[in-house]
């Protein structure tokens, strides 16, 4: 039925519900100065999974770890059954900082990076891969956008195009490290509506934010992290305010009406809702 | 008409005139490729400090008598890896570290050569200010050579360098491996200074490094195109360079260095107020 070396590898797929497993995971950069300790979590295929913590709680640092650009010291992490490392299958969008503005990249250059990984060496670019990258810029509002350089973009739309680039990557599992911080709300709303039809789809997305509310209402699961998992479920499990205040060592209030949760923070009554 | 056409065919008639064009084409084009990327990621002072480290490696070559383009090219492909495993250790601001380093490897092949000059007759200074006429055949080959090998690189990795360089982190997260590539371009830059500094001296490397990049840069709007434009504003300055040079016997590098300032004058008047300019300024090192 299936052909080639992809069958085995594709059996293994299914047999295994879990697109990502991390076990006793402790890891960090400087020796004796672990960011994670003990972090053990499993996703299974298609969530859509809300990775929740403080500013330095590790959250970008269990990313790489998933990535396998940060290899355990103790624990392992498995995805698709298989030891972390870079590979085309996980796309990830990384906080932006580490982008050169400068460089003479149009809306369309960029969404087709998403191609080199699965292209391999020397290799160029075809029409194929073309025609795949129109579709996902049109995919996300950018098809008019093309041919713009990457600099004249607002941030709003940057992300957009970074969104493209990971979806020309046809990858399985999505890594988005704060997508929608200095985001406009139409690009917040948008994000969140291409992540779910995406999880739907049978894909796998794992999201670092702060927008609580937004995790509490559309998140299939939702991780409390901080160095260590404070706890992991259903948004309706995990979001109670010992928990929450836990994970923030601050006073958040949670107001609950009907299905909806808004999250507010006590002090200085930052509201956020979704 | 045929006039101007003769003082063009003039000089070639001579071999050494002939070659000292080619080596100069070759390098103005050279220059200017792999010069893309040293003015995106502000490699400007990694290329200078790679020119003076390749000058202490002519000399030590002359003295211990083996091919000065070993010597350059030992010297700097070293000075490259070191720079590439300095800034991956120790991360930011390598700039006083590469000043320190490289000025005193320069001061030393400075003195050294003042110690050569007294046993031998080879005037080292043309490789301070640039001697194109000095070019030999066995220099040209070296020139081709390198030139080709730099050229067939940056073709054939073209996707992987522009993703490593442009978004180091998610190329890297793909799978691509970006730290081997980022060396690569520290390998490329070195070889290109070495096989510049007869034709346009120790100084003036960096200038042919920059200077038609970001002429390119500022009418360029995608990077092939900003490096097919460099590469003609490069070979270009470096052909008229070198007829001003041959005609009013003044040396090759500051003659080809003053026509690519020129260009780039000339454009950024065209473009200026058009944001490109504005952009370049901005670009941070």
Redesign the interface.
Known sequence: MQRGTAAPERAARAATALAITVEGLTTGYRRGEPILRGVSFAVERGSLVGVLGPNGSGKSTLFRSLLGLLPPWQGHVLVEGKPARPNPDIAYIPQRETIDWDFPVTVLDVTLMGRYPRLGLFRRSGKADRELALWVLEQVGMLAFRDRLIAELSGGQRQRVFLARALAQEPEIFLLDEPVSGVDAPTQHFVFELLERLCRQGKTALVATHDLSCVAQRFDRVLLLNHEVIAYGPPQEVFTETLLNRTFQSHLLLLRYGDRVIVVESEDGDERSC | MSGVVDLLLEPLRYGFLLRALVAAVLVGTLCALVGSYVV??GLAFIGDALAHVAFTGIVVAFLAGFSFYLGALAAAVAAGLGIGWVTRRVGLSTDTAIGIVFSGLFALGVVLMAIGIRTYTVDLFSYVFGDILAVRSRDLLAIGLAGAVVLVTML?????L??A????????????PVGALQLLLLLLLSVTVVVSVQAVGVVLVLAMLVTPAATA?LV????P??MALGVVFGAVAAAVGFYLSYYLSVPSGGAIVLVATLFFALVAGVVRGRGAWR??M???S
Request: net charge positive; proline share 3%; charged share 25%.
């Open positions: 995106l990621k054939l990795l073209y996707k992987e522009l993703f360089h442009f978004d180091p982190v998610v190329a890297e997260a793909a799978g691509l840069a360029a709007r995608r990077m195109s900003m952009r370049l901005a670009a941070r």
